[in-house]
């Protein structure tokens, strides 16, 4: 795994796992996105759900929730925008009552975000991060979460510790690179029939299965397995790696 600081926000996050939710409060943002520009979100406790469309806006509603008013007015949403460039960060307060210093919250984020965009490491700790219908470069991160991807077709970066990864692709060719890496969870991707890709996958415990594109699992030592072979002509790059949990390739239906 790539980023060790992940499990040590876990940890710090761990005293607002349990959220009463007995205040909320919405803030909401909108900035105009150039073309190829980034998008880049962090967050602790929350999950996150992104969806591409038409037009160049980027719309963020950030619902905010904590145990008192007191905890509420420390959650705050840092905002830096520019043209090219759009960075959204959750800061908590702190609390010399409470363990590690952490008062309680959690933020839920929704971005409508333009197609084109690049979601340059969009993490949450504690929560599931959703992406629909962006075109652009894609990296997704989060400890404690399932990530779902759909509609994809340029760049892939996705990392989890606890929880499945689902991904599914209009367009997989050429020079895209697609990694997928989590530890407890299975992976499943879904790609066009026309597909072409390069494909490595390994397991420790649990089994691959890339039947529709006819590919057969390499008969390996005693522990783990992992398959290796190209799917078309083998343009573009597929990499999927999970410990404990299944990986399956599968045809878009």
Do not use: C
Not at 4 to 31: C, G, H, K, P
Not at 80 to 94: F, L, N, Q, W, Y
């Amino acid at each position: 795994m790539r980023n060790i600081n992940m499990w040590l926000l876990a940890i710090f996050a761990t005293s607002s796992l349990t959220v009463r939710a007995d205040v909320q409060e919405t803030e909401t943002y909108s900035f105009e996105l150039n073309q190829n520009g980034r998008i880049s979100l962090s967050n602790i406790n929350g999950d996150v759900r992104i969806s591409g469309g038409s037009g160049s806006a980027v719309e963020i509603t950030a619902d905010k929730r904590a145990d008192d008013e007191d905890d509420l007015a420390k959650l705050t949403i840092k905002v830096k925008a520019e043209p090219d460039s759009i960075r959204v960060e959750t800061v908590h307060g702190k609390s010399e009552s409470r363990w590690f210093g952490s008062d309680s919250g959690e933020v839920t984020y929704t971005l409508k975000v333009p197609a084109y965009a690049n979601l340059d490491t969009i993490s949450t700790v504690n929560g599931d991060v959703l992406v629909e219908g962006v075109s652009g470069t894609v990296s997704v991160e989060s400890v404690n979460g399932e990530l779902d991807l759909r509609n994809l077709a340029g760049d892939v970066d996705l990392e989890t510790t606890n929880g499945g990864i689902e991904a599914s692709f209009d367009l997989l060719e050429g020079s895209q690179r697609v990694s997928a890496d989590t530890v407890n969870g299975r992976i499943t991707l879904y790609l066009p029939a026309n597909a072409s890709a390069r494909l490595s996958a390994e397991t420790l415990n649990g089994g691959i299965n890339a039947e529709d594109f006819g590919l057969d699992v390499d008969s390996g030592g005693f522990v783990g397995k992992d398959l290796n072979g190209n799917i078309g002509s083998g343009e573009a790059r597929i990499d999927l790696d999970t410990v404990n949990g299944g990986i399956r390739v599968r045809k878009q239906p």
